[in-house]
């Protein structure tokens, strides 16, 4: 009987058709994108040189993460000026409130769509 183990192993690339291997069982030189990008790296337009997969023991879902080749990554752009506003801009738009136009302090989370004053305010008038 197969395990997640063997699943997940295919240093060859025949199954899957790229190199495959375990959760935290990558060989060096392989990175992921969160792991380029905290030495200041990107992947630079490099195909993808293996994979890591993790299977799920009790739903069965499959995880996957790309890794790439860590000599061939570039350094990360400089934000310049103009990124840097345009970000501001973004991140005011998701702080502030659609219903009381105030910025709160803290992204508004998607689900409810309005801050924390507006839904209590709903909930008490729906309750009375």
């Known amino acids: 009987m197969p395990t997640a183990f063997s699943d997940c192993f295919d ?19 392989l990175a992921t994108r969160r792991q380029l990008r905290a030495r200041g790296l990107r992947p630079g337009g490099q ?13 069965g879902t499959v995880r996957v993460a790309y890794l790439y080749r860590v000599d061939r990554a570039v350094p990360v752009r400089p934000m310049t000026s103009r990124k840097w506003g345009a970000l501001a801009l973004a991140m005011l738009a998701r702080r ?17 769509g309005v801050c924390g004053y507006c839904l209590t305010a709903d909930h008490q008038c729906a309750a009375a």
Do not use: E, F, H
């Open 11 to 29: 240093p060859t690339g025949a199954r899957y058709g790229v190199p495959t291997y375990p959760w935290r069982l990558a060989p060096d030189g």
């Open 47 to 59: 195909p993808i040189a293996a994979q890591l997969m993790l299977i799920n023991r009790r739903t």
């Open 96 to 112: 502030t409130c659609p219903c009381c136009r105030l910025d709160v302090g803290y992204c508004i989370p998607r689900s409810y």
